[in-house]
């Protein structure tokens, strides 16, 4: 049996049976009820990229100023990498921006790649940052002179960094995690290394100015202990966002959550397949449904329809998922969409 035809995701088929009973309409802006939400999230992520990007902005300048007026070298470094956050947040802002079009003729899977690609380059400026912030805390410590302890106002400082960092970290992660953005996650991660090597320079320049000049070189000391940790996570989360890219399946727990709610369906006998991939911050899922194969085809639509709502109104974020209708009573095809109905 050919497969049927399949509308494009986010606008509303006109034939009846095709439709099916249950099919809600699409809504005025070309997407659907249910992705709305989605682009609402994504907005509220960008306004709170943006506001930490301002705030990166205002630490980057006093950091800088107090590593030279202060001769940290630690403080100095922390503060160059604040720059770098201004960097990161603008590539997350400008991601989301993206992610949150709606479908259109020439992207009918919607523009969710876009906060991975986001993530992916977040991630790529974190590890770019701690590889060369250990590289220039070597290069200091291999310098032969003697290294002129740093003042003691600049621990102040760093105590104010440290706690307005934390603060913006706590905040992004929340929503990230809300929200399952990938790139929210990274943005959140790159504040927190921020205050790492904060916390690091604390260290350093208070046993530097405690000690006295022959431990001024723990300042650099602690810069380079900083740069594991981020180092670290800058390596996970690019694995995370290039999983996202390559369409790494989602989480069992997702995928059981799923067979369970379409197996509720009436006239479901069993869920054979289900494939899930994450776009933005939501999923896009290509589901198997067995169904009694003396239906109708128009019975048969009217089933996958009804599993398709059925998803896409769950707590699960499924922007979208494509049905594909197989005879409980067939020898399947271990390969998907090589015979049945999808919709």
Known sequence: MQPIPTPTPGFA???????????????????????????????RGRRLVLRATIVSALLAVIKVGAGILGNSFALLADGFESVLDLISGSVVWGGLRVAQRPPDANHPY??????????????????????????????????????????????????????????VYRVLRREGRRIESTALL?????????????????????????????????????ALFACGFILRNGLAMTRRALGEIM???????????????????AGVMGVEKCFIRKSGPGWLVDIHILVDGGLTVDRGHAIAHAVRDALRDGPWRVQDALVHVEPADATHDPNPGTEGATV
């Not at 992705?35 to 999230?41: E, L, M, N, Q």
């Not at 992916?120 to 290069?139: D, E, F, H, M, P």
């Open 13 to 43: 088929p006109s034939d009846r049976s095709v439709q099916g009973p249950g099919r809600r309409p699409a809504a005025a802006d070309g997407g659907t009820p249910s992705d709305r939400p989605g682009r609402a999230d994504l907005i």
């Open 186 to 222: 990274a943005e959140a991660w790159h504040h927190r290394s921020d205050a790492i090597t904060s916390w690091a320079a604390v260290v350093g320049v208070g046993v530097a100015v405690g000690l006295g000049p022959a431990f001024a070189a723990a300042d650099r000391v602690a």
């Open 110 to 167: 919607g523009h969710g790649k876009a906060e991975s690609l986001a993530a992916l380059l977040t991630a790529t400026i974190l590890t770019g940052a701690g590889v060369a912030l250990a590289v220039q805390s070597v290069r200091s410590l291999r310098q032969a002179e003697a290294v002129e302890s740093p003042a003691a106002w600049t621990l102040l400082v760093l105590g104010l960094v440290i706690a307005t960092k934390e603060i």
């Open 247 to 265: 369409d790494e399946a989602g989480p069992r727990s997702l995928d059981d959550a799923l067979r369970a709610r379409a197996g509720e369906v």
